[in-house]
């Protein structure tokens, strides 16, 4: 079994800093890529970043040059780091692993979400 557990979540006022943290747990698997995904009310679930186990990132536009993504391979874990927020960061972050398991087959698993509130 496969448990992915986000953290880091919380309120801030525009123009300020979070930091997330996602870490996957378990046994008999292999990550290939790790993400932050997010979901304002009523808007649907998109993508904010990826960070694949070659170190290769990739952001939405929205994102670039405000939030860093990064990870550390030998723990499972990624990391967000979010800059300059706008109330329009708002929303539940989820982390999503996509991963490979011994059998060869691949799954993804996500996270139950942490709440980002941007205030202006």
């Known amino acids: 079994q496969v448990q992915v557990v986000e953290s880091g979540g919380g309120l801030v006022q525009a123009g300020g800093s979070l930091r997330l943290s996602c870490a996957a747990s378990?046994?008999?698997?292999?990550?290939?890529?790790m993400g932050w995904y997010r979901q304002a009310p009523g808007k649907q679930r998109e993508l904010v970043a990826v960070f694949n186990s070659g170190g290769r990132t990739n952001y939405a536009d929205s994102v670039k040059g405000r939030f860093t993504i990064s990870g550390d391979n030998a723990k499972n874990t990624v990391y967000l780091q979010m800059n300059s927020l706008k109330p329009g960061d708002t929303g539940v972050y989820y982390c999503r692993a996509d991963i490979m398991k011994s059998s060869g087959y691949s799954y993804q698993y996500w996270g139950q979400g942490t709440q980002v509130t941007v205030s202006s």
């Open positions: 378990g046994s008999g698997f292999s990550i290939n890529n």
